[in-house]
């Protein structure tokens, strides 16, 4: 179960970027499918949850998810730090963005793959040593891909290095689970950085995984 909640974390991360850089909201629908004995698909659903809301500004993004076990994560660039907050534990935990468990073994890319919210999304095949990713993604909604160059957990610079765009579809095949995440909604708009501070006082620890 330990290796599974990791994984999944690992993977919502990546849920979890050149031109002018977006700055706003993006709403993720998940769909999450187990491949454990573990666990039910809606179980998992309940989990992780099935909508996501991903805000980004500069070199740090925020995640937050109606899941019944992760709540939120954020990732800050000034420490490098992704602070994951789960509802079973007053603690945020958090990975250091240098460290990535996983490694990239092949990409292709694919122009025009499909069309998403009236974007024209290229396709990118990132084959791991955990699985295939599969992230969409358009050059309209361009990243400044050196604000995360020490941004390795979760593969996420290994994606920027070729898409430097946020993802608007993943499709995330592990051996663990099968997840499926694409964007509603697209909002860019001025996000106020009080968005990105964790909360006053809270107590955080190294996450052992």
């Known amino acids: ?12 991360t990546s849920l979890t970027l050149a031109a002018q850089s977006f700055e706003g909201k993006i709403v993720y629908q998940n769909t999450y499918k187990s491949k454990s004995p573990e666990l039910s698909d809606e ?17 740090d993004y925020k995640s937050e998810t109606n899941g019944m076990l ?22 945020v935990v958090w990975n250091d963005g240098a460290a990535n468990a996983d490694e990239v073994i092949k990409t292709e890319l694919r122009k025009g793959a ?21 992230y969409y ?3 309209q909604l361009a990243v400044d891909t050196k604000l995360f160059q020490n941004h390795l957990y979760g593969n996420w610079f290994a994606y920027l290095t070729k898409a430097n765009a946020v993802p608007l579809k993943i499709v995330i095949e592990s051996p663990q689970f099968a997840l499926e995440s694409v964007a ?3 909002q860019p708009m001025k996000l106020s950085a009080k968005l990105f501070a964790l909360p006053a006082n809270v107590p955080t620890m ?3 995984y």
């Not at 179980?43 to 070199?59: A, I, R, V």
């Not at 499909?114 to 599969?134: A, F, N, R």
Request: hydrophobic share 40%; with cysteine; net charge positive.
């Open 1 to 12: 179960m330990k290796h599974l909640l990791l994984t999944l974390a690992f993977a919502f």
């Open 43 to 59: 179980q998992l659903n309940l989990m992780m949850g099935t909508e996501q809301s991903w805000y980004l500004k500069g070199g």
């Open 70 to 91: 992760m709540l939120w994560q954020l990732y800050l660039g000034r420490d490098n730090r992704l602070y994951s907050k789960f509802a079973n534990t007053d603690m």
């Open 114 to 134: 499909v069309e998403i919210l009236g974007y024209t999304c290229d396709e990118l095949v990132l084959t791991c040593k955990s699985g295939v990713q599969k």
């Open 137 to 139: 993604f358009s050059s």
């Open 184 to 186: 509603t909604l697209v």
């Open 206 to 208: 190294k996450s052992p």
